[in-house]
Every structure is written in C-alpha cells, then in structure tokens.
T-cell receptor
Framework: AQRVTQPEKLLSVFKGAPVELKCNYSYSGSPELFWYVQYSRQRLQLLLRHISRESIKGFTADLNKGETSFHLKKPFAQEEDSAMYYCALRGMIKAAGNKLTFGGGTRVLVKP | DAGVIQSPRHEVTEMGQEVTLRCKPISGHNSLFWYRQTMMRGLELLIYFNNNVPIDDSGMPEDRFSAKMPNASFSTLKIQPSEPRDSAVYFC????????????FGDGTRLSIL
C-alpha cells in the first residue's frame, strides 16, 4: 500500500523567513513524488516533481529515499506563497497509470 | 487549451435531491480522475478512468455515488440521494497515460447540501 503523510496541517511564517513543508511517504518500490499547490479558491496546480530537479517560484524539494521524504523548502517566503500545498506520490505500477496518492495537505500562511 | 472544464462551479441543493457534476477533460487525455476535497479529510480520490473504463472505484464512499464516462470528452459524477455530509469541493483531473505527465485539475464544483 502507498501512503503520503504531511504532518503539519498549518504552517505560519513571516515574510522573508524560511519555510519547510514536510512530506513522508511509504511505498515498496521507487515512486515518483510531486508537490501541488492550490491558491485560494483556485484549482490545484503542479508546483514541481522530483524527476525534474528544478526550482519553481523559489521552491525546491529533494527526494530522500533513505528517509522516505520529499520535503518542500523555500529560503525566503513571500506573501503570495500563502496557499494549500499537497504532496503526492505515483507508484510505478503500469496498470495504475497516472493514479496519485495525496497527502492531507499543509496550509501555509505567510504574514507580512 | 481551456484546460479541464467542470460544471457547475457551485451547486446548492436540498438533501435527498439528485446531484450531477460534469467534467470535460483536456482533449487527448486518456485518464480522468474524480476527487473530493474537505477540510477534515483533505483530497480523496473517488474514482478514475483510463480510456473511458473505470479502473479503481474503491474511493467511492457508498452506493449513492456513481460515475460514468460515456466518451473520451465527458464524465459525470452523480449523487443520489444527496446528504449534507456530501458537501465538499469536487475536483476533476485529467492526464495522458504517459508516466511522465502530471494531472491537470479543473476549477472544482463547490457542492452544498442543505
């Protein structure tokens, strides 16, 4: 079974402070991990994926297979980063196609 | 590309009524997903289709929920009869079958059952 855990439901930080959203997963194989973001009352959008190894909007995330984690980080949070963030996992079983398992989400509030 | 299109955007109805949510996936996408989002439970996968065929409906809460995909460009999620605890935002998403492609989400339908 595959599972994604986001232990923090709410993260509140001040503008300019670093922010780290935790994501842990359980999966027996080699999964693919994603971060999706949902701004207020908008659709979910893909933020980044581990295979891309890129920084989007100043965010980075590194897949740590030893710790089964995929934490999302940004060194200097901005007010426009306030949103709901979801970590998601896709297993590598072909029959499952593009099915994703989402974590419970973390709401980030960046205060001025 | 208009993206994934869901209708209606908002629905308010009384308990016991039938509710039908609609989704038009992105043209060329072979997979379609229905999710429910609530404060308590976050984002839950209800059902998904590959090439119009339901693959996994284990997330459908109970028999009051049903989903169909009669063709590649249209899907419905139906609740009959509806109950107040069904109030949530329902998202539809689509993707290709390629493993390197992400899911694209619609704007969601905000459903309120009174």
């Amino acid at each position: 079974a595959q599972r994604v855990t986001q232990p923090e439901k709410l993260l509140s930080v001040f503008k300019g402070a670093p922010v780290e959203l935790k994501c842990n997963y359980s999966y027996s194989g080699s999964p693919e991990l994603f971060w999706y973001v949902q701004y207020s009352r908008q659709r979910l959008q893909l933020l980044l994926r581990h295979i891309s190894r890129e920084s989007i909007k100043g965010f980075t995330a590194d897949l740590n297979k030893g710790e089964t984690s995929f934490h999302l980080k940004k060194p200097f949070a901005q007010e426009e980063d306030s949103a709901m963030y979801y970590c998601a996992l896709r297993g590598m079983i072909k029959a499952a196609g593009n099915k994703l398992t989402f974590g419970g989400g973390t709401r980030v509030l960046v205060k001025p | 590309d208009a993206g994934v299109i869901q209708s209606p955007r908002h629905e308010v109805t009384e308990m016991g009524q039938e509710v039908t949510l609609r989704c038009k996936p992105i043209s060329g996408h072979n997979s379609l997903f229905w999710y429910r989002q609530t404060m308590m439970r976050g984002l839950e996968l209800l059902i998904y289709f590959n090439n119009n065929v339901p693959i996994d409906d284990s997330g459908m809460p109970e028999d009051r929920f049903s989903a169909k995909m009669p063709n590649a460009s249209f899907s419905t999620l139906k609740i009959q009869p509806s109950e107040p605890r069904d109030s949530a935002v329902y998202f539809c998403a689509s993707s290709t079958l390629r493993e390197d492609q992400p899911q694209h989400f619609g704007d969601g339908t905000r459903l309120s059952i009174l």
